[in-house]
């Protein structure tokens, strides 16, 4: 073997050996886009595809795991949200049918669902934002950790990805730790492993593969878009807390500000509850998702990207991606090696 692959090799090993995949390169999963012809070609490209389940009912997900099943024989995660009303549903269609790998996200999991998932054979990842909860997480039995940064598209935390890593990586070692974020080169792949990450996480990369079922006018302007296209969305009221949304700038971000006027100024006048004003907050990005990925309406619609949309350039397989990164890796350790000879 090669000694630039022999090096790249053994750095993402612990996440190889940890996803079942070739390359320790997860596919982040994203609303709408992450279903199963995505999926299953990351996996198939050596990758580990991980389905966005969003607000799918138990019998939806069967279906769609299954779709996935169809399409590819390596292992693939499916991503759950924590706040689903079925969770424990949802997390026995998994295990009934042998998902490798639950990652529970948009929310702190509980202890009994992180333990419905093990017992039933998956092996539990989760996020986390900071030392403390990371910790918590590993305490109750999660099986692997990812750390997602600013950069991200979708919703979003306040800290940037380099951060984080450097906060994290070398307080948590007792479980895998995969890093999001920004990341868009073989360069940044290399860089985390080498700080002690067991692998990487994207997502805006994928979505203009030809296996992603997002409209030709979604692509079309990640294609065109640079990184500071992707701007996160703004909270108008403290009362109201909104977890940023980073999304190419466009009509509905005008949009998103007079919705939470509106709602804002219903509870104010006792028309609308609290929770139930913040619950139409949220339900704006997923209705307003869905127009720009499915409909192609990227003007009303809103066009979540990441930061590392700029290294969006054209149309192409998830395959090619992944040996882009895993050549653009390889690249940067020989001319490291011809350098220090």
């Given at each position: 073997?090669?000694?630039?692959?022999?090096?790249?090799?053994?750095?993402?090993?612990r996440?190889?050996?940890?996803?079942?995949?070739?390359?320790?390169?997860?596919?982040?999963?994203?609303?709408?886009?992450?279903?199963?012809?995505?999926?299953?070609?990351?996996?198939?490209?050596?990758?580990?595809?991980v389905?966005?389940?969003?607000?799918?009912?138990?019998?939806?997900?069967?279906?769609?795991?299954?779709?996935t099943?169809?399409?590819?024989?390596?292992?693939?995660?499916?991503?759950l949200?924590?706040?689903?009303?079925?969770?424990?549903?949802?997390?026995?269609?998994?295990?009934?049918?042998?998902?490798?790998?639950?990652?529970?996200?948009?929310?702190?999991?509980?202890?009994?669902?992180?333990?419905?998932?093990?017992?039933?054979?998956?092996?539990?990842?989760?996020?986390?934002?900071?030392?403390?909860?990371?910790?918590?997480?590993?305490?109750?039995?999660?099986?692997?950790?990812?750390?997602?940064?600013?950069?991200?598209?979708?919703?979003?935390?306040?800290?940037?990805?380099s951060?984080?890593?450097?906060?994290?990586?070398?307080?948590?070692?007792?479980?895998?730790?995969?890093?999001?974020?920004?990341?868009?080169?073989?360069?940044?792949?290399?860089?985390?492993?080498?700080?002690?990450?067991?692998?990487?996480?994207l997502?805006?990369?994928?979505?203009?593969?030809?296996?992603?079922?997002?409209?030709?006018?979604y692509?079309?302007?990640?294609?065109?878009?640079?990184?500071?296209d992707?701007?996160?969305?703004?909270?108008?009221?403290?009362?109201?807390?909104?977890?940023?949304?980073?999304?190419?700038?466009?009509?509905?971000?005008?949009?998103?500000?007079?919705?939470?006027?509106?709602?804002?100024?219903?509870?104010?006048?006792?028309?609308?509850?609290?929770?139930?004003?913040?619950?139409?907050?949220?339900?704006?990005?997923?209705?307003?998702?869905?127009?720009?990925?499915?409909?192609?309406?990227?003007?009303?619609?809103?066009?979540?990207?990441?930061?590392?949309v700029?290294?969006?350039?054209k149309?192409?397989?998830?395959?090619?991606?992944?040996?882009?990164?895993?050549?653009?890796?390889?690249?940067?350790i020989?001319?490291?090696?011809?350098?220090?000879?």
């Amino acid at each position: 073997m090669e000694q630039s692959s022999s090096f790249l090799q053994n750095l993402m090993q612990r996440g190889c050996d940890f996803l079942g995949s070739s390359y320790a390169i997860m596919g982040g999963a994203m609303a709408c886009v992450s279903e199963r012809n995505l999926v299953s070609a990351i996996s198939n490209g050596g990758g580990f595809g991980v389905l966005a389940s969003g607000s799918m009912s138990p019998d939806m997900l069967r279906d769609e795991i299954r779709a996935t099943t169809a399409l590819t024989s390596k292992p693939f995660g499916v991503n759950l949200i924590t706040m689903h009303p079925q969770l424990d549903d949802l997390i026995k269609v998994c295990t009934s049918e042998k998902v490798s790998h639950i990652v529970l996200a948009g929310g702190v999991p509980n202890a009994p669902a992180v333990k419905l998932a093990k017992d039933g054979g998956a092996k539990v990842i989760c996020f986390t934002p900071a030392i403390s909860l990371g910790k918590k997480l590993v305490r109750i039995g999660v099986d692997a950790l990812i750390i997602e940064g600013t950069e991200a598209g979708g919703h979003i935390g306040p800290v940037s990805t380099s951060v984080l890593a450097q906060e994290i990586l070398p307080a948590i070692r007792e479980v895998p730790i995969f890093v999001a974020g920004g990341i868009g080169r073989g360069e940044a792949v290399l860089f985390y492993l080498e700080m002690g990450a067991a692998g990487v996480q994207l997502g805006t990369r994928f979505v203009c593969s030809n296996e992603s079922i997002a409209h030709k006018n979604y692509k079309q302007i990640f294609i065109r878009s640079s990184a500071r296209d992707a701007m996160p969305s703004i909270q108008l009221d403290p009362r109201f807390p909104v977890i940023p949304v980073r999304a190419i700038s466009n009509d509905a971000t005008k949009i998103f500000l007079l919705k939470q006027r509106e709602l804002i100024e219903k509870y104010d006048c006792n028309e609308l509850s609290r929770e139930d004003a913040q619950l139409e907050i949220e339900r704006f990005w997923a209705g307003s998702l869905r127009r720009a990925v499915i409909d192609g309406d990227i003007d009303n619609g809103s066009v979540m990207a990441g930061q590392s949309v700029g290294m969006v350039n054209k149309e192409q397989p998830a395959a090619e991606i992944i040996n882009e990164l895993i050549a653009q890796a390889k690249t940067t350790i020989r001319q490291r090696t011809s350098t220090s000879a």
